[in-house]
């Protein structure tokens, strides 16, 4: 599955930023319906961190420090994984990167063999 994500940028804390993620046309539909779709974070000289999943039965997850603030989505049809991020601290500056099909914990990144390339969020004080 390769994905390509996109919605980065400069925001000022307390502002609000979306995230979109989306699967090439060549994924297979049924294929992309039954995986869990991932959002993970890293930011300078950190490890790469888990923010949120959705997995194929409709279950969402969330980091503790995102949860009520951030909310992830998926539109099958369109082969796409969203995060919406609310009441933007400084602290969640960072490259954010779209992740499928885990083979292990959904909130382990080395359970992921698909990524996106990343984008670059910053958030000011």
């Known amino acids: 599955v390769q994905l390509q994500a996109s919605g980065g940028g400069l925001v000022q804390a307390g502002g609000s930023m979306r995230l979109s993620c989306v699967a090439s046309?060549?994924?297979?539909?049924?294929?992309?319906?039954?995986?869990?779709l991932a959002w993970f974070r890293q930011a300078p000289g950190k490890e790469r961190q888990f923010v949120s999943a959705?997995?194929?039965?409709?279950?969402?997850y969330y980091e503790d420090s995102v949860k009520g603030r951030f909310t992830i989505s998926r539109d099958n049809a369109k082969k796409t994984v969203t995060l919406q991020m609310d009441g933007l601290r400084p602290e969640d500056t960072a490259i954010y990167y779209c992740?499928?099909?885990?083979?292990?914990?959904?909130?382990?990144?080395?359970?992921?063999?698909?990524w996106g390339q990343g984008t670059l969020v910053t958030v000011s004080s």
């Open positions: 046309a060549r994924a297979v539909q049924r294929t992309f319906n039954s995986i869990t």
């Open positions: 992740a499928a099909r885990p083979i292990g914990r959904y909130d382990n990144y080395s359970s992921y063999m698909h």
């Open positions: 959705y997995n194929w039965g409709g279950n969402t």
